[in-house]
């Protein structure tokens, strides 16, 4: 069984072809079938049930399929391990991070970390911090920016806290608060409040800041994008409650402190079953360094 042979059948379970799969590893598709052939001879069963129409995995292949990620994943990370051990910073670096991440300047620092480190690949993905925490875990990113309540903490990663900040509340120029310096929750309570999914991290700050004072909102638009989130703001349709550093970078919107607002707390999160290299190097721009 070869590295090869794996590589060749994630890409046609990815993409439900030989064709394609062929064009993506960049060898004629004969070669590619005959590998595949070669390997379920070799397994003693078919891993793809092949018709005039479509390619799909049987239930071994199915069951092949992880195992080779995990072996492919493997092997990337011992050559990025030996190219360390001489100095070299290479592999992939997987970043999740929230879309109102403010504490760091990522651009800024991924592209020192390229600066430093070209021959290491970067994949940046945006998401909901629960779920970059569970990413994390898994092993499907390596950091993860978040953003949670102060009364929450990342579990099952290892966490360094970035920054606090308390948020505001985010309006229209034509709303009836946008003249306004300072509101309480109280007030806002009345509004109609445009903000993220319910029992999303970003969302939890505020529900949870409500539900402590013994108040209740109304949630009349969910959105999973925190721009479009300022774009149904600006339109009227509601207000928010959002970090001031993020809010800094929109334009078209009136900001007011909140006495009794909610704070926030970022943190930059990465596995504690240890870094591969490429995001130890990463983590260490930060001031952070990994055993």
Request: a neutral charge.
């Given at each position: 069984m070869e590295l090869q042979q794996m590589r060749y059948v994630i890409a046609v379970?990815?993409?439900?072809?030989?064709?394609?799969?062929?064009?993506?590893?960049?060898?004629?598709?004969?070669?590619?079938?005959?590998?595949?052939?070669?390997?379920?001879?070799?397994l003693g069963t078919r891993l793809f049930e092949r018709t005039s129409r479509r390619v799909r995995l049987t239930p071994a292949g199915a069951a092949f399929l992880p195992a080779a990620r995990q072996c492919l994943d493997a092997a990337d990370r011992a050559a990025a391990e030996v190219a360390a051990a001489v100095g070299e910073v290479r592999g992939r670096l997987t970043v999740g991070l929230i879309p109102t991440v403010a504490a760091v300047d990522v651009p800024a620092v991924l592209g020192e970390f390229h600066r430093r480190h070209p021959k290491a690949r970067v994949s940046l993905g945006v998401g909901a911090s629960d779920e970059l925490v569970e990413q994390v875990r898994q092993g499907g990113a390596d950091v993860a920016f978040l953003g949670i309540p102060v009364t929450a903490r990342p579990r099952g990663v290892m966490a360094r806290e970035l920054a606090r900040e308390r948020l505001v509340a985010v309006v229209s120029p034509g709303h009836p608060l946008a003249g306004e310096t300072s509101v309480d929750l109280r007030r806002l309570a009345s509004e109609e409040f445009v903000d993220l999914p319910a029992k999303t991290a970003g969302r939890a700050q505020s529900d949870l800041a409500f539900a402590a004072a013994g108040l209740t909102r109304e949630v009349v638009f969910e959105v999973t994008n925190a721009d479009y989130l300022a774009r149904l703001i600006g339109a009227g349709l509601g207000v928010a409650l959002l970090p001031p550093s993020y809010v800094a970078s929109l334009t078209g919107l009136v900001t007011i402190e909140v006495a009794d607002a909610p704070v926030r707390a970022e943190y930059v999160v990465w596995s504690r079953e240890g870094c591969p290299p490429a995001a130890a190097a990463f983590l260490e721009l930060l001031g952070i360094t990994v055993e």
């Amino acid at each position: 069984m070869e590295l090869q042979q794996m590589r060749y059948v994630i890409a046609v379970a990815e993409t439900n072809s030989f064709t394609r799969a062929a064009q993506r590893c960049l060898v004629v598709q004969s070669a590619l079938s005959h590998q595949i052939a070669r390997l379920e001879k070799e397994l003693g069963t078919r891993l793809f049930e092949r018709t005039s129409r479509r390619v799909r995995l049987t239930p071994a292949g199915a069951a092949f399929l992880p195992a080779a990620r995990q072996c492919l994943d493997a092997a990337d990370r011992a050559a990025a391990e030996v190219a360390a051990a001489v100095g070299e910073v290479r592999g992939r670096l997987t970043v999740g991070l929230i879309p109102t991440v403010a504490a760091v300047d990522v651009p800024a620092v991924l592209g020192e970390f390229h600066r430093r480190h070209p021959k290491a690949r970067v994949s940046l993905g945006v998401g909901a911090s629960d779920e970059l925490v569970e990413q994390v875990r898994q092993g499907g990113a390596d950091v993860a920016f978040l953003g949670i309540p102060v009364t929450a903490r990342p579990r099952g990663v290892m966490a360094r806290e970035l920054a606090r900040e308390r948020l505001v509340a985010v309006v229209s120029p034509g709303h009836p608060l946008a003249g306004e310096t300072s509101v309480d929750l109280r007030r806002l309570a009345s509004e109609e409040f445009v903000d993220l999914p319910a029992k999303t991290a970003g969302r939890a700050q505020s529900d949870l800041a409500f539900a402590a004072a013994g108040l209740t909102r109304e949630v009349v638009f969910e959105v999973t994008n925190a721009d479009y989130l300022a774009r149904l703001i600006g339109a009227g349709l509601g207000v928010a409650l959002l970090p001031p550093s993020y809010v800094a970078s929109l334009t078209g919107l009136v900001t007011i402190e909140v006495a009794d607002a909610p704070v926030r707390a970022e943190y930059v999160v990465w596995s504690r079953e240890g870094c591969p290299p490429a995001a130890a190097a990463f983590l260490e721009l930060l001031g952070i360094t990994v055993e």
